[in-house]
């Protein structure tokens, strides 16, 4: 990505796009799962497009405002608006009123963007438009949408959600819908099925895990540079070379067993964790969020489109896991996975209304959202699969640096591989980065590590 790129980009006027027919004026709830406060903000989106021949005399602006509007009459609560209701409940007044579209046009070509597109993207307020006022979590508009033309003919998706709505892989159901009514569809492939009531807490309530993940601890991490001024926002990249580099860093009994999501994120929290440099007896967190739709018996509705995850926590000390070997990490992020099942979420449900919908707890926390099989690189409008189609910025959530996305990407050289936005204080950032080229460099000892312990997450 070109970090200097300027250019200029002409906004007309920023218009609601109602459902293009009429649709029931009706108050929908959201589930435990979706109104809980760790899911109350926004997410940024963007897809990027080459121009495409076949599809020369079309205006993608038209295209995709036409497809929206078709797709929002299925998906007519995303054309309300949500509210409060008694002990913090969120529901969605379908009030049909639309979601805001804006039509842009940039002075700038796709290619001047640079080969091996990856966020974080430094325009992104050229492209996603923060229309004031638009933010909230009540009372406002559910849906962003920036469309912009580019000077080559291809053009840029932008698309901000309320993550209490829904997940990525909803969000990518809802936006897949809008491509193919844009295509000329009469209906999605997938309908889609609201049935929060699927989520909700029992009656009452019966927590039977500790879910460690919304503990509320006192805070040891320094404050080295944590103002928001000073966050360094960079993506890595870890193709066959990094990988193997950390499969080789681990113990011979682990290096078969273990996938290459596991291996990137324990080596990320780890890195993470001794760039931080809490005190040794810190609890440092790491959570991973895990799809549940097909962990449900029988799994969720085919078209479900609410949040459906939980993120279970991996807990060590933090001196325990900067003097263990990256082994140590690997053992508590891969047998923390293995914790997911209908019934720990279903019990993450019965902790919200016990604890009146409690956020996670940040502090010390590395929150990471596998987001590679959710489907983004495959949108199509019409002009073929996005050059890069993902998340927009290197961290999302209420507290930078807490939040990061594993997503496919590539490199400047072409290579396919996985790209992880991390975002952390400058100086911490660079303590990072030495650490990661330990591991990458092969200069971190290989031994077999003392196997954790885990009930502490359970």
Same mark, same amino acid.
């Given at each position: 990505?070109? $970090? %200097?790129?300027?250019?200029?980009? $002409? ?25 809980? =406060? ?20 079309? %205006?993608?602006? $038209? ?10 009459? +299925? ?17 969605? %007044? ?17 290619? $001047? ?18 229309? +004031?006022? *638009? ?39 809802? @936006?897949?819908?809008?491509? =193919? ?31 460690? =993940? ?47 999501? =596991? ?10 964790? @001794? ?23 029988? +799994? ?11 993120? &279970? ?36 449900? %019965? ?11 940040? @502090?010390? *926390?590395?929150?990471?959202?596998? /987001? ?45 591989? @996985? ?5 952390? &204080? ?9 650490? /990661? ?22």
């Amino acid at each position: 990505m070109a $970090q %200097d790129l300027v250019f200029k980009v $002409q906004r007309r006027s920023i218009q609601l796009i109602a459902p293009a027919e009429p649709t029931p004026h009706e108050y929908k709830r959201l589930s435990d799962i979706d109104d809980q =406060e760790g899911l109350q903000f926004h997410v940024r989106l963007v897809f990027f497009y080459r121009p495409e021949p076949r599809m020369e005399g079309k %205006d993608p602006v $038209q295209v995709i405002r036409s497809g929206l509007a078709r797709a929002l009459v +299925p998906y007519y609560p995303f054309a309300g608006r949500l509210r409060e209701w008694e002990e913090r409940k969120l529901v969605v %007044d379908c009030t049909g009123e639309g979601v805001m579209f804006i039509e842009a046009d940039a002075d700038v070509r796709l290619e $001047q963007f640079g080969d091996g597109l990856q966020p974080p993207f430094p325009c992104m307020d050229e492209l996603l438009y923060d229309v +004031p006022g *638009s933010g909230g979590i009540l009372n406002s508009p559910l849906l962003l949408i920036q469309v912009t033309r580019l000077r080559c003919g291809g053009f840029v998706f932008g698309l901000r959600f309320n993550h209490t709505m829904c997940d990525g892989f909803g969000i990518y159901q809802f @936006i897949n819908a809008v491509a =193919e009514m844009a295509g000329g569809a009469s209906s999605p492939s997938v309908t889609p099925v609201w049935q929060r009531e699927l989520l909700d807490a029992r009656d009452p309530p019966q927590v039977i895990f500790s879910h460690r =993940e919304y503990e509320k601890v006192a805070r040891t991490v320094p404050d080295e540079g944590a103002g928001t001024d000073d966050m360094v926002h960079r993506s890595f990249f870890f193709g066959k070379d990094e990988v193997a580099a950390i499969r080789n860093s681990v113990p011979h009994h682990l290096r078969s067993c273990s996938t290459v999501f =596991e291996l990137i994120v324990a080596c990320l929290w780890r890195c993470r964790t @001794i760039a931080l440099r809490p005190n040794p007896d810190e609890d440092m967190r790491f959570l991973t969020l895990v799809n549940a739709r097909s962990r449900f018996n029988p +799994p969720l509705p085919t078209g479900y489109y609410g949040n459906a995850f939980a993120f &279970p926590a991996a807990v060590a000390r933090a001196g325990k896991l900067c003097r263990n070997p990256l082994g140590y990490a690997l053992e508590l992020v891969r047998k923390v996975k293995m914790l997911m099942n209908e019934e720990y979420l279903q019990s993450v449900a %019965d902790l919200m209304v016990a604890k009146r919908r409690s956020g996670f707890g940040p @502090i010390g *926390s590395f929150l990471v959202s596998h /987001l590679t099989r959710a489907g983004f690189d495959k949108v199509d409008f019409g002009w073929g699969k996005p050059v890069y189609g993902g998340t927009a910025g290197g961290a999302e959530g209420p507290l930078p640096g807490t939040i990061t996305f594993y997503l496919r990407g590539r490199n400047p050289q072409g290579e396919e591989g @996985i790209v992880v936005p991390i975002c952390l &204080p400058a100086p911490v950032m660079e303590r990072f980065e030495q650490a /990661l080229e330990n591991v990458l460099q092969g200069r971190e000892a290989v031994r077999a590590p003392k196997t954790p312990q885990v009930s502490a997450s359970l």
